[in-house]
């Protein structure tokens, strides 16, 4: 099992930054891919970003320039380093670890981009 604890969310205004960590803990050898998801109000959980072990990014195109995710080496801790934040950043975003197995997800985390 693993298990997902996600921090650095918030109220930001337009144009400002958030960086969001997410911390693996229980079987995380096994995690090969971590990536983050957005949820906006009323609308399905899409792909932000994700990373394999290997480091390879994978990024929505909508984000593509703003935001960066990265890894350390022990496949533990992601974070995601969000600037030039537009309001349609806007929802809850979910850390997002996968195994061979199966997809693990923590409980998501609020980011409101609002003037």
């Known amino acids: 099992q693993v298990q997902l604890e996600e921090r650095g969310g918030g109220l930001v205004q337009p144009g400002g930054s958030l960086r969001l960590s997410c911390a693996a803990s229980?079987?995380?050898?096994?995690?090969?891919?971590m990536g983050w998801y957005r949820q906006a109000p009323g609308k399905q959980r899409d792909l932000v970003a994700n990373?394999?072990?290997?480091?390879?990014?994978n990024y929505a195109d909508s984000v593509k320039g703003r935001f960066t995710i990265s890894i350390d080496d022990a496949m533990v801790l992601v974070n995601l380093q969000m600037n030039s934040l537009k309001s349609e950043d806007t929802g809850v975003y979910y850390c997002s670890a996968m195994t061979s197995a199966r997809e693990y997800w923590g409980q998501g985390i609020q980011v409101t981009v609002s003037s």
């Open positions: 229980g079987t995380y050898y096994r995690i090969n891919t």
């Open positions: 990373i394999t072990r290997s480091g390879i990014t």
